[in-house]
Nanobody
Framework: QVQVTESGGGLVQAGDSLRLSCSASKRTASNNGMAWFRRAPGKDREFVAAISWNGGTSNYADSVKGRFTISRDRVTNIMSLQMTNVKPEDTAVYYC?????????????????WGQGTQVTVSS
């Protein structure tokens, strides 16, 4: 099936910038919605951002709106999350998700393929 791999996580300080990347199978990701979710320590997985199959529509959680930017390269099928002005509350394991649907959905249930996650730690 679809292989999903995240990268780019690390330890940063509040206010810094960080860019996460997600690589997925071209056959599936080329015409399907993709998204970023995250799970903070002791908390449930939450929606971060999503992008439609053609990159025409993007959705963001209120907590990251104005700070994070999601994008995808239609040639390489790589999805990115540009994180700016990061905050300690952004500390979490970030997961890349791929959907059989084309829309930029914020609902966990619409995504069938998930990566193993990449750790982002933001110090004060």
């Amino acid at each position: 099936q679809v292989q999903v791999t995240e990268s780019g996580g690390g330890l940063v300080q509040a206010g810094d910038s960080l860019r996460l990347s997600c690589s997925a199978s071209k056959r599936t990701a080329s015409n399907n919605g993709m998204a970023w979710f995250r799970r903070a320590p002791g908390k449930d997985r939450e929606f971060v951002a999503a992008i439609s199959w053609n990159g025409g529509t993007s959705n963001y959680a209120d907590s990251v709106k104005g700070r994070f930017t999601i994008s995808r390269d239609r040639v390489t099928n790589i999805m990115s999350l540009q994180m700016t002005n990061v905050k300690p509350e952004d500390t979490a394991v970030y997961y890349c998700a791929v959907s059989r649907l084309a829309a930029a959905s914020s609902m966990t249930g619409t995504y069938q393929y998930w990566g193993q996650g990449t750790q982002v730690t933001v110090s004060s």
